[in-house]
């Protein structure tokens, strides 16, 4: 068959087995909304970014990467889920669009930088709901030292810095160890240099939170700002952690980090380097602290929403209104396979639905899966809750929708409705 050619960002790539990028997707690309001056994500970035005044910050990075840059360069096994289909998005084998801010890690280092805050927009093929979206915004933040011994006094004295500015505020920190049997230094790393890098670390995320979720988000002496520090694990940093902040009377997970691993700082050719690299999802924090009910909002180009935004400050939403859902069900059965090939993923459906729908989805979730004990033949049935951000939607106009959803159905995956 002919090659056939796909246009992203004005370039053109040949399309293959791996290419799943929808029209959806590429419509989101030339957007950048972390860089639209008075649109919450990039006040937030603004924000994030004169709390580290002596970082470079690099927000406009292409999303186009290759699978090395964004896995292998990191560390990731060959065999990581990640790295599959039904999980990113891919334009052919050989280029994806990044899932994480970290894909640029090494070539940001190999320029040379050693202090650094990267904004930008990632993708990740996911279920649809008001907290998922398959395009968010994420900023990785990082910062390298000397790794001889005699430059562990700058990291020190950083440290002492921080510690005097967090002693003085309304912030209670649920700390662990810094290095555990379980979250270990690397085997390259002098244990005392690298406990001084988390350390440092978890002084810069403590005093960050503090800014954005402390005295101006209501903290005072009587009702600190809560945060938590949990292990956690990362291909691509050792020891790592995940932190949580309590807000509204949940524990709210806002960040990975870590200290970075040997081998990204060595394929950077920086091998005499040691240092951490937290990830940060700017989404969720803005719905927080802005009181953004939907995801989606944050792309709605509605006057009502963008109108209510001063580049700079933070201020509470003011929701215009809710127009009523409308749900349907859609029932069918999956044609019959060969053992092991690939059936309809979950998320194929999602990406379905969202390139019919657009924003008027506001979730889908499966509310019946079976398969025949005879014919072996899978039966799904999903529901998709439709409803408008701006306007009411008539029965009419969803049904003809949901008949776009079935047809597509029909003609991508041959099933069978029922
Ligand atoms: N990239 C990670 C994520 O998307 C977050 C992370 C960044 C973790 C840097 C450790 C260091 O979940």
Redesign the pocket.
Known sequence: PASSTVKVLGTDYLTDSYTNITPTILSKLPLQLHRQPAHPLGTLRTLIESHFPSFSHLSSLSPIVTPYQNFDSLSFPADHPGRSVTDSYYINKDVMLR????AHEVETFAKGETKWLLTADVYRRDEIDGSHYPVFH?M?GAKIFEAAPYAMREVEEDNERLSAHLKQSNIVIEDIPHLTPANPSQPSHNPQHSEAVALNLKLHLNSLLLELFGDAAGATKEDPLKVRWIEAY?P??SP?YEVEVFFRGKWLEI????VVLQGTLDRANVPNKLGW???LGLERIAMILYSIPDIRLFWSSDKRFLSQFTPGRISTFKPYSKYPPCHKDVSFWLPSRPDGEAKMHDNDFCDLVRDVAGDLVEDVKVIDRFTHPKTKRDSLCYRINYRSMDRSLSNAEVNDIQDQVVSHLKDRFGVEIR
């Open positions: 899932t994480h801010t970290s994420q990785e990362f691509f940093t790592s960040l990975g980090c870590g690299a937290f990830g």
